[in-house]
């Protein structure tokens, strides 16, 4: 019961978030000198995900708040993921991005907030009212499921795109684990 009840949910915001965010992320991607990604707490585990992902489709990332993460600069992307897009916390970030020059990409819940208002592009995953109380998926459980999913299927869309083979991933996967 409850896994359905996941299934659908996802499903139901996954069909209300625009179909060609993961043409334009992907150009977004392609267009940066390096990408930096931030969230705090589950989103960042989410940009986790992905800022691996990333790594074996062969772009240089770096996940922010980590102690080898070097300095952003300009002609840099950085990936915020944030539900609510006011984390105070990311919020400094994005402004400390934007003074250097760095492009601002916002993954949200939400379209308006303090860091969409200050990044270049938002992408809006599914729609506000698709996040209220559900029943067993507390906490922004509906927002993290949902983006790791429409992250996952951006990089089906790269690897496919750019014809990388499983091989090549793999030879960039950590070997030190």
Known sequence: MHQQLIIEKISGVLEATDDTYDV???????NAKRIFIAGAGRSKLVGNFFAMRLVHGGYDVSVVGEIVTPSIKNGDLLIIISGSGETEQLIAFTKSAKKIGANIVLISAKSSSTIGDLADAVFQI?????????????????????????????????????????????????NLE
């Open 24 to 30: 334009k992320l992907t150009q977004l991607l392609d």
């Open 126 to 174: 599914g729609n506000p009212e698709q996040y209220g109380k559900v029943l067993g998926m507390p906490m922004g459980t509906v927002f993290e499921l949902s983006t790791l999913l429409f992250l996952e299927a951006t990089i089906s869309h790269i690897i496919h795109d750019k014809g990388i083979a499983e091989e090549v991933m793999r030879e960039r996967h950590a």
